[in-house]
């Protein structure tokens, strides 16, 4: 650091971290500032909350934003130094024997104004030497953010893939259970097709596992070969300009070529088959239902609670921010008290939807679907690209092909137990895409009505 600086003004702009000037300073909410790649590495080390390295204090934001005001601070105290260097006896043109001004792209190397209009480096990219270390410290922080950013990425996905590896053969003895039963239910022959598909579910769980524990180990893979390039750039920026503009080389187009290629997120499903006389017998027992009640999403913040569900140390939490997105939900007029019933809705126009079954008491409550014991719903959710589909009381992740067209429920109240059957099955013209699990809902003494929900 320059001796010609005040100590005082140093100390201010130096990170307590790394013992250099910020790079890319952010200031948490106590008001101490860092580095933002020294932060977010000391934060990487400790358990959350995430607290200030300095006092310990909590600290509620962790997407911090560049501090303007230290980084052109930062940026006078830079080429404060840089000057001073630039102006030494040692730091001139061994040639001319004239001060070094000009910085060559293609040579990575200082030149004076006489060197830079030689033959070797005409037709080269010059720019002055102070330009080049500010844009280059800038292309280092941006970089470095890029990767992180990545790597953390990468890490939601190991831990998603790693909780979904856990689940999967558990959740595929569940659905061969479950597919007996909504035979038994339905009182179909189990054809001796169908029979070899409860065999292949095990065949084709065991191979995606054996997809998930491979792209594990690329994920992983990959992440160490960011990490690293990260850590190969958090040391450029700790080098003095001269240093960082001589020795930078080719590290930041490395930087952009690690971050390429990164092996997408596997979604793992169960493939859909039809299954022989289901829709024949379905229609037996095919009523029309009309959905006259409905309501908005200023009471509605279904799907926002299902994108929002995370694991953490074994628990399920749900976030309560109801969102601003477009949604309604409809419940039909009619009431059942006995018998077999099945009706079905289109969905394919819907980003979000939700089709099954509530009870009368669960229209007088307020509060949350996903929280209701009232009601059993079939849920298509989309994040990002992808679709996920989850069935509720309790909240389950169902591993099935997304459904098109329409979506069937079933609704057997006399099931033969104290609780009405409720089956939902995702139909297109005679082909049951999914069959889902038999759900029972809790009768007490009100009646199910239907239920449906979408995002526009």
């Known amino acids: 650091m320059d001796s010609d600086i005040p100590q005082n003004f140093q100390k201010e702009l130096t990170c307590v971290i790394c013992l250099n000037y910020f790079t890319d300073p952010v200031t948490v909410g106590c008001g101490h500032s860092f580095c933002w790649s020294c932060l977010c590495v000391s934060w990487e080390k400790v358990e959350s909350p995430a607290c200030c390295p300095l006092c310990r204090q909590p600290s509620e934001q962790t997407n911090l934003k560049t501090s303007i005001l230290l980084k052109n601070l930062v940026s006078v ?24 001004q000009v910085f060559c792209e293609d040579a990575s190397s200082l030149l004076c104004v006489h060197c830079s209009g030689s033959r070797e480096h005409e037709a080269h990219r010059h720019r002055p030497i102070e330009e080049a270390a500010e844009q280059h410290r800038e292309k280092l922080s941006n970089q470095m953010r890029s990767l992180w950013e990545k790597i953390q990425e990468i890490q939601g996905n190991l831990s998603k893939d790693g909780r979904i590896s856990v689940c999967w053969m558990t959740y595929l003895c569940r659905r061969q259970d479950e597919t007996r039963a909504f035979y038994k239910t339905l009182q ?25 524990k491979k792209l594990g180990a690329e994920l992983n893979e990959k992440k160490i070969s960011l990490r690293g390039m990260y850590d190969e750039l958090m040391d450029m920026c700790l080098k003095p300009d001269v240093e960082l503009l001589q020795e930078l080389g080719d590290k930041l187009k490395r930087s952009e070529q690690v971050q390429l290629h990164t092996p997408p997120p596997l979604q793992p499903e169960l493939p859909a088959r039809p299954i022989t006389g289901l829709m024949d017998r379905l229609n037996r027992f095919r009523v029309e239902i009309s959905f006259p009640c409905e309501i908005t999403n200023h009471n509605l913040r279904l799907f926002d609670d299902v994108r929002s569900l995370r694991f953490m140390h074994d628990h399920l939490h749900v976030s309560l921010d109801p969102g601003t997105s477009n949604y309604f939900a409809t419940w039909g007029a009619q009431v059942f008290t006995s018998g077999k019933h099945y009706w079905e809705l289109h969905v394919s126009k819907s980003w979000d939807w939700a089709v099954g079954v509530c009870k009368d008491s669960w229209l007088r409550k307020k509060g949350t679907l996903l929280e209701s014991q009232d009601t059993f719903l079939l849920l298509c959710v989309k994040e990002k690209d992808c679709y996920t589909l ?28 104290r609780s009405p059957t409720v089956l939902v099955a995702a139909a297109r013209a005679e082909t049951v895409l999914t069959d889902p699990p038999v759900h029972k809902t809790s009768r007490g003494d009100t009646t199910p009505r239907t239920l449906g929900g979408a995002r526009n």
């Open 77 to 100: 105290a830079r080429k404060a130094n840089l000057r001073q260097f630039l102006s030494s006896e040692g730091s001139r043109c061994g040639l001319h024997q004239e001060a070094l």
């Open 188 to 212: 179909l022959v189990l054809h001796e097709e169908d029979k070899q598909y409860l065999k292949s579910l095990v065949k084709e769980g065991s191979k995606m596992y054996e997809h998930l």
């Open 390 to 417: 989850w069935t509720t009381a309790p909240m389950t992740r169902q591993y099935i092909e997304k459904p098109q067209g329409r979506v069937g429920v079933f609704l057997d109240v006399d099931s033969g137990s």
